[in-house]
T-cell receptor, first 112, second 112 residues
Framework: NAGVTQTPKFRVLKTGQSMTLLCAQD?????MYWYRQDPGMGLRLIHY???????AKGEVPDGYNVSRLKKQNFLLGLESAAPSQTSVYFC???????????FGPGTRLTVT | AQSVTQLGSHVSVSEGALVLLRCNYS??????LFWYVQYPNQGLQLLLK??????LVKGINGFEAEFKKSETSFHLTKPSAHMSDAAEYFC??????????FGAGTRLTVKP
């Protein structure tokens, strides 16, 4: 199993540009999560999904959108990037009956 | 509301010394609590979890944590630090709607 993969690993955007981050998992997990990690602030939940076709807002959802059209994929979109969205983004997945989150390797995004 | 507070953003111990990383939670219902470890430039890895079974939870790499309801604490300990334990550690709580909240993290340094 590849586990949880994230695409791309690095990206530099200009203010106002858009992009989509892809998270994929091959473990047939029901739940998927998107976090951002900033120094001194730990991980903050952006959006999450408890099943295909469902999404919910987390702690810091503004400026982001998500979609879960397929169970194995969870997409995070930035419609108009801002420098405040410079961060490392992590995706995670969870088997519904368990509580362990499996994390991807992260995407480092810089918005100039 | 459920959240976690990690006391001390940076802890330094000598090799062989006791490791104690502190986490306090606030929760209106019995919580699910976790400790994760992050090595440089990697995603997070689960160390251990509390899901309302035994109050003393043993995890990987010799770590353990004790759930104390009266103190609303879930501190992480290891009797003898090893150089390879140097990393950042995060406490987290899972909310009833499957939302996850992480603490700000504690960076552990191990001195030879």
């Amino acid at each position: 199993n590849a586990g949880v993969t994230q695409t791309p690993k690095f990206r530099v955007l200009k203010t106002g540009q858009s992009m989509t981050l892809l998270c994929a998992q091959d473990m047939n997990h029901e739940y998927m999560y998107w976090y951002r990690q900033d120094p001194g602030m730990g991980l903050r939940l952006i959006h999450y999904s408890v099943g295909e076709g469902t999404t919910a807002k987390g702690e810091v959802p503004d400026g982001y959108n998500v979609s879960r059209l397929k169970k194995q994929n969870f997409l995070l979109g930035l419609e108009s990037a801002a420098p405040s969205q410079t961060s490392v983004y992590f995706c995670a997945s969870v088997r519904g009956s368990s509580y362990e989150q499996y994390f991807g390797p992260g995407t480092r995004l810089t918005v100039t | 509301a459920q959240s976690v507070t990690q006391l001390g953003s940076h802890v330094s111990v000598s090799e062989g010394a006791l490791v104690l990383l502190r986490c306090n939670y606030s929760s209106s219902v019995p919580p699910y609590l976790f400790w994760y470890v992050q090595y440089p430039n990697q995603g997070l890895q689960l160390l251990l979890k509390y899901t309302s079974a035994a109050t003393l939870v043993k995890g990987i790499n010799g770590f353990e944590a004790e759930f104390k309801k009266s103190e609303t604490s879930f501190h992480l300990t290891k009797p003898s630090a090893h150089m390879s334990d140097a990393a950042e550690y995060f406490c987290a709580v899972r909310k009833i709607n499957n939302d996850m909240r992480f603490g700000a993290g504690t960076r552990l340094t191990v001195k030879p």
